[in-house]
């Protein structure tokens, strides 16, 4: 497996990280995960902005433009062969002796590598269970940055209780799961919570927001709370690693009939035509 390191192309035995890294101190830099279709990168301008966009707002100067980074990403796909899966990219501040403030001569540290995942058809079609939780992050969940310690301990409860994921709720108000946005469908529109600074402004969430209204269907942004998640006629999670893919229940309650909807699986359909 080929690695992207700084412009280069290494392998896993070439890439030396330091242990003086800000990345592994502090978390201190940003990420994206792409998906990869028939050996494509899906939606990279919209990955590019939103990494741009969070590299910005936490200082970091990227090594690479997004036009040149494209490039060589879609290289690293061609050099490891890889036709269906993902794309990890992260760039840290860089390595300094430990100290908070951001170091005087900063060397960002870039680096991505492909894995091969097939599509999760299974839980696409039969739908996942869901467990609430408190949100306890930052208040710039808008940034994809390295710090995830809240959503591994938020997956880790879903594990825990033999769930599926996660959802987050600040207050009673949802926001949204550990990695993947959640929408609700209550009387035909669909309902998610706004692109503000408590979520991140997922590229799958903007894509079928897209969708449900090129199908006409009523699209609102807009908070819901925990009751009206539990009084939804559907519920489902959009991401990277998920697509589309139904909640079924909601800590041990069945969403609705405890089926995948309707207009979920009219979503799928159309999202499934956006990938090939
Ligand atoms: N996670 N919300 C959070 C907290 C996320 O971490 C992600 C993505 C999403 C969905 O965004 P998108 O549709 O752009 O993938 C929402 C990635 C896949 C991860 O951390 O692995």
């Not at 392998?11 to 028939?38: A, C, M, N, T, W």
């Not at 894995?115 to 306890?136: C, H, Q, W, Y």
């Not at 992050?137 to 809240?150: A, G, V, Y």
Request: charged residues 25%; contains cysteine.
């Amino acid at each position: 497996l080929t690695y992207l390191y700084q412009d280069r192309f290494v392998s896993k035995e070439e890439l030396q990280i330091s242990p003086e890294d800000r990345g592994y101190y502090f978390g201190d830099g940003v990420y994206e995960v792409f998906r990869v279709y028939h050996g494509r990168l899906y939606e990279a301008a919209a990955h590019f902005e939103r990494w741009e966009k969070s590299a910005a707002a936490l200082r970091i100067p990227l090594p690479l433009p997004s036009g040149e980074l494209t490039g060589r990403l879609e290289e690293l796909i061609r050099i490891n062969g890889l036709s269906e899966g993902t794309v990890y990219m992260q760039v840290t501040r860089g390595a300094a002796p430990r100290s908070h403030p951001f170091p005087a001569d900063t060397k960002p540290i870039l680096m991505a590598y492909t894995t091969e995942a097939r599509r999760p058809l299974n839980t696409m079609k039969e739908g996942i269970s869901a467990v609430t939780m408190e949100d306890i992050r930052w208040l710039r969940c808008d940034l994809k940055t390295l710090n995830l310690l809240p959503n591994v301990l938020a997956k880790q409860h879903a594990v825990d209780q033999g769930a599926g994921d996660v959802i987050l709720h600040r207050n009673g108000t949802v926001t949204e799961c550990s990695a993947s946005n959640i929408m609700i469908v209550k009387d035909g529109a669909v309902i998610t919570h706004p692109a503000n600074h408590l979520i991140l402004h997922g590229i799958t969430r903007a894509v079928v927001l897209r969708l449900a209204q090129g199908l006409g269907l009523s699209v609102r942004e807009t908070p819901f709370t925990l009751k009206e998640l539990r009084a939804a006629d559907e519920v489902f999670i959009t991401g990277t690693t998920v697509e589309v893919t139904p909640v079924i229940s909601v800590d041990g309650v069945p969403v609705a009939d405890g089926r995948p909807g309707e207009i979920t699986r009219r979503l799928q359909n159309e999202f499934e035509k956006t990938i090939s």
